[in-house]
């Protein structure tokens, strides 16, 4: 993450039986599950046990939770971090974009994970207003859908944002999935907190 010419890492894991489980679980007692929080690496199994109930019962998922949250800080040497656990049953950021983020971790739990573009492979011009309200296929954001790459279910990606030191015009550009009737995700997002 921190050469210049690089932004997305991805730690593409093995996730155990039960982390794998936990979020189907979640997804199919729960309605519109969001948690939204700010954590420490010491407050975050806490911090999620206490915003429901239900993690209670599913202790290895909120431990690698908080193994996450272990790496992220100690990463970029962040005391607390903005955590936001979410279903989502529709495209969250359905067109390509960057975030006004240093550094954002991603990954998806269960579901259709996050799309990109690599950098050689966009026409920044073409980002928010300057789609002129096209979709992304129609454009020119890319050059052919075959440009896009995907994350997997269980991915962990670091996505370095145009607010890290020297790296405007240089964020990465990716989108949430399109989901299919009845699909849901599972989406864990951290975000530095000043």
């Known amino acids: 993450m921190y050469r210049e010419y690089v932004n997305i890492c991805i730690w593409q894991t093995t996730l155990s039986k039960a982390v794998k489980d936990s979020p189907q679980t979640l997804l199919n007692v729960k309605v519109n599950f969001k948690a939204v929080m700010t954590v420490t690496q010491q407050s975050v199994v806490d911090s999620l046990h206490e915003h429901d109930i239900e993690l209670k019962e599913h202790s290895e998922f909120c431990e690698h939770i908080r193994l996450l949250v272990d790496m992220f800080c100690t990463l970029f040497e962040l005391k607390r971090v903005g955590l936001r656990l979410t279903q989502l049953d529709r495209a969250m950021c359905p067109k390509f974009h960057?975030?006004?983020?240093?550094?954002?971790?991603?990954?998806?739990?269960?579901?259709?994970?996050?799309?990109?573009?690599?950098?050689?492979?966009?026409?920044?011009?073409?980002?928010?207003?300057?789609?002129?309200?096209?979709?992304?296929h129609e454009s020119g954001i890319m050059q052919n859908a075959d440009d896009i790459q995907r994350l997997v279910a269980g991915d962990v990606a670091l996505l370095k944002g145009e607010a890290w030191y020297n790296n405007e015009n240089g964020g990465l550009v990716h989108r949430s999935p399109s989901l299919e009737h009845n699909q849901q995700r599972l989406l864990l997002t951290l975000d530095f907190i000043d």
Do not use: M, Q, Y
């Open 98 to 136: 960057v975030d006004r983020v240093p550094c954002r971790l991603v990954t998806t739990f269960t579901g259709i994970a996050t799309e990109w573009l690599p950098n050689h492979r966009v026409e920044r011009s073409k980002l928010g207003a300057g789609s002129k309200g096209l979709a992304d």
